[in-house]
């Protein structure tokens, strides 16, 4: 079966600090992935989504990016974390020409 | 501008009753939608979907209604049990390519 993680499960970083967060996916092969924000109060935006190595597609202008380096590995990143960046950060899956998406436990992210 | 609209933010049920949520959408383009169960702290897990050639799909106590003319699906969930307390968010989808989720609605079951 398929399994996602993702780590860390919280983090506190200063304003101007570098971030990574990293989702895996385990049990299937060339997955799409992506990275969604939860803000408080308020619904899931997607951040970017991935249909193979190195292909990144960004929804919106911000102050993140993100990066495939393998089949199985989605990784989001910020050089210097602004405090609106702070949110519930998810991971999610699907299989490729399929609708499901299965989402990763979340990453709960303060920056203060 | 907001492509899927859940306009009621919560919703409280007594156990054994009937919950309905509600969502509505812009974009008559979609052709497939989903409904997601959401805990605190935890990620959204698939509860179940409809494809826009369909009017109704039933998974044990819950089903979901879409009437495209109106643009505006439901999900009933009958009976309702206090462990369905959760945030369920709608979503939609065009051509598989991306979700675009409503803002989500906090259903609470009272015992």
């Known amino acids: 079966s398929q399994t996602i993680h993702q780590w860390p499960a919280t983090l506190v970083q200063p304003v101007g600090s570098p971030l990574s967060l990293e989702c895996t996916v385990e049990?299937?092969?060339?997955?799409?992935l992506y990275w969604y924000r939860q803000a408080a109060g308020r619904g899931l935006q997607l951040l970017f989504y991935?249909?193979?190595?190195?292909?990144i597609s960004s929804e919106v202008p911000q102050n993140l990016s993100a990066s495939r380096p393998q089949d199985r590995q989605f990784i989001l990143s910020s050089k210097k974390l602004l405090l609106s960046d702070s949110g519930f950060y998810l991971c999610?899956?699907?299989?490729?020409?399929?609708?499901?998406?299965?989402f990763g436990p979340g990453t709960r992210l303060t920056v203060t | 501008d907001q492509q899927v609209k859940q306009n009621s933010p919560s919703l409280s049920v007594q156990e054994g009753r009937i919950s309905i949520l509600n969502c509505d959408y812009t974009?008559?383009?979609?052709?497939?939608f989903l409904w997601y169960k959401k805990y605190p702290a935890e990620g959204p897990t698939f509860l179940i979907s409809?494809?826009?050639?369909?009017d109704k799909n039933e998974d044990g106590r819950f089903t979901v209604f879409l009437n495209k003319s109106a643009k505006h699906l439901s999900l009933h969930i009958v009976p309702s049990q206090p462990g369905d307390s959760a945030v369920y968010f709608c979503?939609?989808?065009?051509?598989?390519?991306?979700?675009?989720f409503g803002k989500g609605m906090k259903l609470t079951v009272n015992p």
């Open positions: 409809i494809s826009s050639i369909k």
């Open positions: 974009n008559s383009m979609f052709d497939y």
């Open positions: 049990g299937t092969s060339n997955p799409n």
């Open positions: 999610a899956w699907s299989m490729p020409l399929t609708y499901e998406q299965y």
């Open positions: 979503a939609a989808s065009f051509r598989s390519e991306k979700l675009v």
């Open positions: 991935s249909v193979g190595i190195g292909q």
